[in-house]
Nanobody, 115 residues
Framework: QVQFVESGGGLVQPGGSLRLSCAAS????????MGWYRQAPGSQRELVTT???????NYIDSVKGRFTISRDNAKNTVYLQMNSLKPEDTAVYYC?????????WGQGTQVTVSS
């Protein structure tokens, strides 16, 4: 079962930026469609953005124009560039396949946006 390792989170002020990375625990021929998800305190985990093998992306409305998902197929790695961060972006961020494979969740990386 492939699992993912997320990194790059931290504490940032409103308006700041972070770049998250997601690496697969095992080498795959090619990652299929991937997604970034987040779970805020007291809330359910939600899908934030997806990217297909060919690079087609989709975003939820609240992050459009601020977040950018990308991938490096040679490295089996997916990235999330987050700009103009807002306090409501505070959450634990995870990556996983899309559709989700329940056994592939990693530990996530905490993003806290606060002054």
């Amino acid at each position: 079962q492939v699992q993912f390792v997320e990194s790059g989170g931290g504490l940032v002020q409103p308006g700041g930026s972070l770049r998250l990375s997601c690496a697969a625990s095992t080498i795959l021929f090619r990652l299929p469609t991937m997604g970034w998800y987040r779970q805020a305190p007291g809330s359910q985990r939600e899908l934030v953005t997806t990217i297909t093998v060919g690079g087609t992306t989709n975003y939820i409305d609240s992050v459009k124009g601020r977040f950018t998902i990308s991938r490096d197929n040679a490295k089996n790695t997916v990235y999330l560039q987050m700009n103009s961060l807002k306090p409501e972006d505070t959450a634990v961020y995870y990556c996983n396949f899309w559709p989700i494979r329940e056994g592939s969740w990693g530990q996530g990386t905490q993003v806290t946006v606060s002054s």
